[in-house]
């Protein structure tokens, strides 16, 4: 997750297209799928969702907030923070 102020600025930072897809670097793309993305929290007010775990990673404060962890992910998904801040 970042802004999308750096969302943007990364789109523009991407390498020229290369023919075969869309312009990578297009902002546009970005204003056309925003409309369309959902926040998960939602999902989780139907029943049967109890087995999923998931994590939010702020690619701008580095930071990991651990949404949903479901027993028995928990090593998991501090393996997969680490992985995330780089810390070995």
């Not at 991407?14 to 670097?25: C, E, N, Q």
Request: proline fraction near 5%.
């Amino acid at each position: 997750m970042c802004s999308e102020k750096e969302a943007k600025k990364r789109m523009k930072n991407k390498p020229a297209p290369d023919g075969l897809i869309s312009d990578p670097r297009d902002t546009h793309v970005w204003d056309k799928l925003a409309n369309s993305w959902e926040d998960i929290e939602k999902d989780f007010q139907y029943p049967g969702e109890e087995h999923v775990s998931y994590i939010q990673f702020d690619t701008e404060k580095l930071n990991v907030d651990e949404k949903v962890v479901q027993i028995g992910m928990k090593r998991f998904i501090n393996k997969i923070e680490r992985i995330l801040l780089k810390e070995k």
